[in-house]
């Protein structure tokens, strides 16, 4: 029998788009802020950054705390400046944010049929309670999930409850993501699998994480979801030799 008993996914940018979005709401408030300062001279994405980085252990992540955020940063860069209208916008830019139409990624849906067929399979994913339930439920994907976590941080405790819960050891759990840090550095350390599977555009928050050379063995990447079946088989055939070693 195979070393591997669950396979989890994450949700944006794995299952379906979310980047994007928040990369054309970066661009308009660059263009917002810009009516105040000089962008050539200004660093506003890296300034909002910073502020965001600061603050995700009051907001979270997610629209709402990356709104948050967009307001106090083109406070701060423009010295108090910025018009209340301008305020606004931000807020009417993140409303549409929260409606945006969920757009699967092109064949997720097989994929995920295909390793369900022999896994079982959970969805682990981070953010805003109301939106990411709104996502998951607009997504059709709900079905092929034996259950679905909606967590506030994707780190080795939170693995480590959620292993507990589902009553598995971290060499029997393999996690696909596209997020190094939140979908698979933390599940190797535990000892778990991974699957990285980099979107087309990601945060550079999830970007910072390093892996232990020795632990490259228990991941792979691959560049879409047509590929995930057979690295998944591939990591179960290696999990499953380890073991009996």
Not at 86 to 95: G, N, W
Not at 139 to 165: C, H, M, N, Q, W
Request: contains cysteine.
């Amino acid at each position: 029998m195979t070393g591997i008993r669950m396979i989890g996914f994450d949700a944006d940018d794995t299952l379906w788009r979310s980047q994007d979005y928040f990369d054309d709401a970066q661009a308009e408030f660059e263009r917002i802020v810009g009516r105040y300062v000089d962008l050539a001279d200004v660093r506003v994405l890296d300034a909002l950054y910073a502020v965001e980085t600061a603050n995700i252990e009051v907001f979270g992540y997610g629209v709402k705390g990356m709104t948050l955020s967009m307001i106090e940063s083109a406070t701060q860069i423009t010295g108090g400046r910025i018009a209340a209208l301008d305020l606004h916008r931000i807020v009417e830019m993140a409303k549409g944010l929260l409606r945006h139409p969920v757009e699967l990624l092109p064949g997720i849906r097989k994929a995920v049929e295909a390793v369900a067929a022999d896994f079982e399979v959970v969805l682990i994913t981070k953010g805003d309670l109301f939106h990411q339930e709104a996502k998951v439920r607009d997504s059709g994907l709900s079905d092929l999930f034996r259950r679905i976590e909606i967590v506030s941080e994707k780190d080795p405790p939170t693995y480590t409850r959620l292993l507990a819960e589902f009553d598995i050891d971290a060499g029997q759990f393999l996690m696909i993501g596209n997020s190094l840090r939140s979908d698979i550095a933390p599940v190797l350390a535990l000892g778990g699998w991974g699957v990285h599977m980099p979107y087309r555009t990601t945060w550079a928050h999830e970007t910072e994480a390093k892996i232990d050379a020795a632990l490259d063995a228990r991941m792979c990447v691959v560049a879409d979801p047509d590929a995930l079946p057979d690295a998944v088989a591939m990591l179960a055939a290696r999990a499953s030799a380890s073991r009996e070693d």
